[in-house]
């Protein structure tokens, strides 16, 4: 089972957290910047940890550039994943 989630991320933010909803999408603030990737990667590695699962098992689909991201999770439903996330 695999999943797809819309994530609006929020690079420079003070600290990496999950936010709650901005109509579809997850916000997640994250401490890193938006610089050679390095935020993607701290969102790939927050979510890991929040959905104890390793980074492997989620890809980002699209945003790779920009602030509004689809990733992809791997051995979650969509409701299981949100359940995990916003708790």
Do not use: Y
């Not at 999943?3 to 420079?12: A, D, F, H, W, Y």
């Not at 439903?77 to 359940?83: I, Q």
Request: hydrophobic share 40%; net charge positive.
């Amino acid at each position: 089972k695999t999943c797809r989630l819309t994530i609006k991320s929020v690079p420079g933010s003070w600290k990496d957290s999950v936010d709650g909803r901005i109509g579809d999408a997850i916000n997640i603030p994250l401490k890193a910047l938006a610089v050679d990737g390095k935020a993607n990667r701290s969102l790939i590695n927050l979510l890991a940890r929040r959905l104890d699962l390793h980074a492997r098992n989620i890809r980002m689909v699209t945003g790779q550039t920009t602030r509004l991201k689809i990733v992809e999770i791997a051995g979650f439903t969509e409701d299981e994943a949100l359940r995990e996330l916003l708790e």
